[in-house]
């Protein structure tokens, strides 16, 4: 089984030493590590090539998104499996090693394998992702079992740096939506669900970097006010709608519920701009899934008041929700 590491980057000159040091560590070794520059300005490719040289493979683009890097990094690897790993992010020595024992001990029908995950950089996220999500491992290795409806139901607990996959499942999948801004990593799990089954390793082999003050990426959008949060979002559930998996299935009340929740979200931020007339396009798109303008009306103000409640509990209780962005 040859796997190839794929790392892509963007000015993180300093992050990304670390995280190819991180792979050269592991107890059993990848058979190739790929790293994708994506334009970086801070010297970052001149740095990899002064320190690693041929035992890195460096291929270098203009700036055009993480998933254009990865999708080019995948199109080049000559390995079997693809082990992804974010630049800022680091495995832990034995992270391939256990993977590659779990697939050897589950069979050939897996065709992703992940781990769990730590969390470094902010001292009040001090569960693993298996804990976050409440997924209960009760063994060494293991199936994730419909790991879809861990998806649709916010309980997702598959983090890209964890992941190793048949690469031949990417391609047939065409790997990632280089359209998507943010949310591309959760729309290809979400396709490989229904193309193979998931396993897992059940220790904590990746640390992924939660320093708030220097992310450079586009993870804040999901906090921001951000007309193309919405879209984007809109773009990637309705895309989801037309899959042949789950139009006409169970699966389709859910992902029309989340792209409900998001255009009752962007109705909520344009009204509280002032954008009154982008306000009622958001509306309209609401009535063309099936709700009423009556509905609408009555669920905008429920949410308000939920809001207005739940923000006085806090501020009752002094606390300080901190919601874990990437």
């Avoid at 300005?41 to 890097?69: F, H, M, P, W």
Wanted: charged residues 25%; hydrophobic residues 40%; glycine residues 8%.
């Amino acid at each position: 089984m040859k796997v190839s590491a794929l790392i892509p980057t963007y000015n993180r000159r300093a992050e990304v030493a670390r995280a190819i040091d991180s792979v050269f560590a592991q107890t059993v070794p990848v058979d190739e590590i790929i790293v994708v520059d994506d334009g970086s300005t801070d010297g970052s490719a001149e740095a990899i090539r002064d320190r690693y040289g041929s035992r890195v493979v460096l291929l270098e683009q203009k700036n055009a998104g993480v998933s254009a890097a990865r999708n080019r990094g995948i199109r080049e690897a000559q390995g079997e499996w693809i082990a992804f790993l974010d630049s800022d992010d680091t495995w832990l020595p034995t992270k391939i090693e256990r993977q590659l024992e779990a697939l050897a001990a589950l069979g050939g029908e897996f065709g992703l394998c992940l781990t769990d995950c730590s969390f470094d950089g902010d001292p009040r996220l001090k569960s693993s992702a298996f804990e976050r999500s409440g997924f209960a491992a009760t063994s060494k290795f293991g199936a994730v079992e419909k790991p879809a409806q861990y998806m649709l139901a916010g309980r997702e607990f598959f983090w890209l740096p964890s992941l190793m996959v048949r690469r031949s499942l990417l391609e047939e999948l065409r790997a990632f939506n280089e359209s998507l801004v943010i949310g591309e990593d959760t729309d290809l799990l979400f396709r490989l669900c229904f193309k193979t089954r998931f396993c897992f390793a059940a220790e904590q082999l990746v640390r992924i970097d939660t320093i708030p003050s220097r992310r450079n990426g586009l993870g804040h959008l999901y906090n921001a006010r951000d007309d193309r949060k919405f879209e984007n979002l809109a773009r990637l559930y309705n895309g989801w709608l037309t899959m042949p998996e789950v139009a006409g299935t169970a699966y389709e009340r859910s992902v029309r519920d989340i792209l409900r929740g998001v255009f009752y979200n962007s109705a909520e931020c344009k009204l509280h701009e002032r954008r009154i007339g982008s306000a009622f396009g958001e509306l309209r798109r609401l009535k063309g899934i099936g709700d009423s303008y009556p509905s609408i009306l009555a669920t905008l103000v429920y949410r308000k008041l939920a809001k207005f409640r739940n923000s006085q509990a806090h501020a009752v209780a002094g606390a300080h929700p901190y919601a874990l962005v990437r």
